[in-house]
T-cell receptor
């Protein structure tokens, strides 16, 4: 199994540009999450989804949007990129909290 | 008070040493507990779940003290390859996991 796949792995954006970070999982997990991790810091939850068609805000949702049209995919949209959004973005999925999360390998985003 | 608190370290230990990490959590209703490992510039990976009775996986032992809201991870016979950041993780509400800031371990020859 591929697990959780994130694309792209790296991206440089100019201030004001937009982009979509892709996340796909092949484990039929209902729960999916987007986190960001700044250098030397912990994980902060951006958005999460408990199933197709259902999304909710996490701790730091401003400047981001998500959609969940299928169980497999959970893209994260950045509108009007700002330098403060320079970070590593991790997508994760879970079948239930008792099983923990499986993470993708991350997307390193730099906004200049 | 942070929901999940860890000593950030770094813990610098020689190969073969035993090292212990501690973690406290604030929500007494938490039901699921984990230790994750994160290597530099990599994603977090599940190291082990933590059960009330304590559990062991090779050189790694995890303990949970619900009364004190305290979780520990013991690593015996440290290897160079154990160098990483160890994240204490607790379910805080529903299906959400809350991650501690991590404890950095550096094992030296």
């Amino acid at each position: 199994n591929a697990g959780v796949t994130q694309t792209p792995k790296f991206r440089i954006l100019k201030i004001g540009q937009s982009m979509t970070l892709q996340c796909a999982q092949d484990m039929n997990h209902n729960y999916m999450y987007w986190y960001r991790q700044d250098p030397g810091m912990g994980l902060k939850l951006i958005y999460y989804s408990v199933g197709a068609g259902i999304t909710d805000k996490g701790e730091v949702p401003n400047g981001y949007n998500v959609s969940r049209s299928t169980t497999e995919d959970f893209p994260l949209r950045l509108e009007l990129a700002a330098p403060s959004q320079t970070s590593v973005y991790f997508c994760a999925s879970s079948s239930g909290v008792g099983d923990g999360y499986t993470f993708g390998s991350g997307t390193r985003l730099t906004v200049v | 008070r942070k929901e999940v608190e860890q000593d950030p370290g770094p813990f610098n230990v020689p190969e073969g040493a035993t090292v212990a990490f501690n973690c406290t959590y604030s929500n007494s209703a938490s039901q699921s507990f984990f230790w994750y490992r994160q290597d530099c510039r990599k994603e977090p990976k599940l190291l082990m779940s933590v059960y009330s009775s304590g559990n062991e996986d090779g050189r790694f032992t995890a303990q949970l003290n619900r009364a004190s809201q305290y979780i520990s991870l013991l690593i015996r016979d440290s290897k160079l390859s154990d160098s990483a950041t160890y994240l204490c993780v607790v379910n805080n509400a529903g299906n959400m996991l809350t991650f501690g800031g991590g404890t950095r371990l550096m094992v030296k020859p």
